[in-house]
């Protein structure tokens, strides 16, 4: 197994990934400060390396997350922190992680390469394209749609029956109780747009 970032969020996936005996034989990453993460080399990514074995990318940034993943031909596993309560009646995509105390419950379909962080709530009949990050003890009701590369902030509050677009900001705290359209950075109780982002 092999991860793509040195950050503190690799050291929750390299966690996770003991927590469940998956043995992690290699970290690469571009800063030549960072020589080891919990005893597992870090190392800068040779080109010329071969893809051979399964991968996760532990960067917690989704539009380098998707870069990285369009850029390197490696077969991405997905992992599920022991504590956390998946529904079997859900699905998980390729290179996604769901941290410590998360729930996801039933007819829920995450796409590839999310983050469901450190106890958040993903409820019944959720879809989650893929590069989402949902921070630690955010809440989506029921029926909520996230779009790819939408960033969920610590805390905040989705209801029932929305709909959020691509490449959205949710600040932390936010309570959302009405569709979010693409781009749109969203903060406060309701939630209200500040601006877009600019994907330029």
């Not at 969020?9 to 990453?29: F, G, T, W």
């Not at 990318?57 to 596993?77: L, M, P």
């Not at 003890?137 to 960033?151: F, Y």
Request: aromatic fraction near 4%; glycine fraction near 10%; charge should be negative.
């Amino acid at each position: 197994m092999i991860l793509f970032g040195a950050s503190g969020h690799a050291k929750v996936i390299a966690e996770i990934l003991m927590s469940i005996d998956r043995h992690v034989d290699l970290i690469l990453d571009d800063n030549p400060k960072v020589s080891e993460i919990f005893g597992i080399p870090v190392q800068r990514f040779d080109t010329n390396m071969h893809s051979a074995g399964n991968a996760m990318i532990a960067i917690g940034n989704n539009a380098v997350r998707k870069k990285v993943a369009e850029s390197k031909d490696f077969t991405y596993t997905s992992a599920i922190h022991p504590s956390a309560t998946v529904s079997r009646f859900s699905s998980l995509g390729a290179g996604s992680v769901v941290m410590a105390g998360a729930v996801i419950n039933p007819d829920t379909v995450i796409g590839r390469h999310c983050i469901l962080n450190t106890g958040c709530i993903i409820d019944h009949d959720c879809t989650l394209d893929d590069f989402v990050h949902i921070s630690p003890k955010a809440a989506l009701a029921g029926n909520v749609s996230v779009g790819e590369g939408t960033h969920i902030g610590i805390g905040a509050s989705v209801i029932q029956n929305v709909r959020i677009g691509k490449w959205c900001t949710i600040g932390a705290g936010a309570v959302i109780i009405r569709d979010v359209p693409d781009d749109a950075v969203v903060v406060g109780n309701p939630g209200k747009i500040i601006k877009y982002n600019n994907r330029d």
